[in-house]
């Protein structure tokens, strides 16, 4: 279990304001919002009740029945306004009343939201409350939520998000591992809480692929496909397209040519997958060379759902015959290097982040990104607020960042019409001695060991 201290401290923050309050908690599943309650509640008198995928009065029956059960008391009226007069802190402490996954009930039931304003407003219950609304549906909570609220009246004005553990979290939850190690976790898994919490830092890292992702009995051996119909219907489509993208296959017409569905039912499908952050689209860094640029390209933006369509999907079959270990050393093992290029950029752009934020980057940086063109790409792309420029390149699996390298570069920053301050160079490996001279002559040339990040 990750501990979030940073959102225990800003829950008990909130919880200390006088008054009555909402605070709103989502993140997608797998966040480990139960396990921050949990810690959270663990000295408060509380509430806690898990709503169902039932009916609108099953719904109230579940509710009412726990509160029954928790106080010994006997409701009579059928209502959520009789619910919240009856639960109660025992004292003087403020009560919070937590309803997790609370989409459930809104969704079904308009009485709910409405009982929610009263208990707010102190019409319900006397003593002091804290109301914390629970979700892990981001879809609905960022596009859908609104609406509800407005019909209600309700408003909320705090809400926290559990966004998904950044790289430098990771390093701090595994501190014991190396650098690189820690990126090879990162790529594969990314930041999702439940994820990380089930990596074992004690074995290596194909043992923990083996036993979490190719083993039947592995935590997430079928969650990719699980996290999918969590949101959306019609799987069959869905995994043709991330099979598509995996593959390579990231433009729109590409996709229509392979899978054989209609542009227009593709984009639909693609819009859907964007909406739980599945996917993306990948927009080139805005230069003055945009006419060498590529446009309108996808990419899988979910770490483990990328990995999972990219290494094991296209060989399930295999993988239900032979051994995990035989299945990684065959299907796996040849390719993975490459991969991590990709999340080794994502790598070094948070650190040029954090870089900024403690003011020891030669500029400001108020916007990052990626140039990709029609012939070469800027890994990290940085300007400030009138336009002056820094890069980055990012080698992970060549077994040195090269002079020849970062002629290339040059080339290509010709294309993309930009004129960099300064050239942040990393490297997994080394760099070789004529980038090393180089550099000793170039200001502009900034080489940073991964050691270093």
Known sequence: MIIRNAQLYQMNEHYKAEGNSILLLYGRDGCEKEALLRVYLQDKKYFYYRARAASAPEQ?????AQVEETYGIRLTKGTYNEIFTRVKSGDASKLVVVIDEFEQLVKKDSEFLASIGKLKGKRLYPGPVQIILSSSDVAWVEQEMEKYLAESGVKIKQSMKL???TFLDVVRTFPGLSVADVVRIYGVIGGISSYVSRWNDKL????NVCRNMLSPYGYLHNEAERYISLHLRELSVYETILSAIAAGNRKLNDLYHLTGFSRAKISVYLRSLMEIDVIEKVDSFETGGARNTQKGLYQIRDHYVN???RFIYPHLSQLYVMRPEDFFDRYIEPDIEEYMNRYFVQVCSEYLDLMNR???LPITVTKCGTWIGKQG???IVAQDAVRNSIVGACNWSKPQMSAEKVQELLNTLKKARLSPGHIYLFTATEFDEPLIEWATRD???????MKQL
């Open 60 to 64: 109230y029956r579940q509710m009412a």
């Open 163 to 165: 966004e998904d553990l």
């Open 307 to 309: 990995f999972w369509f």
């Open 443 to 449: 200001e502009r040339l900034i080489l940073v060991d």
């Open 377 to 379: 790409t800027i890994d």
């Open 358 to 360: 403690v003011n020891q």
């Open 204 to 207: 290596d890292f194909k043992t």
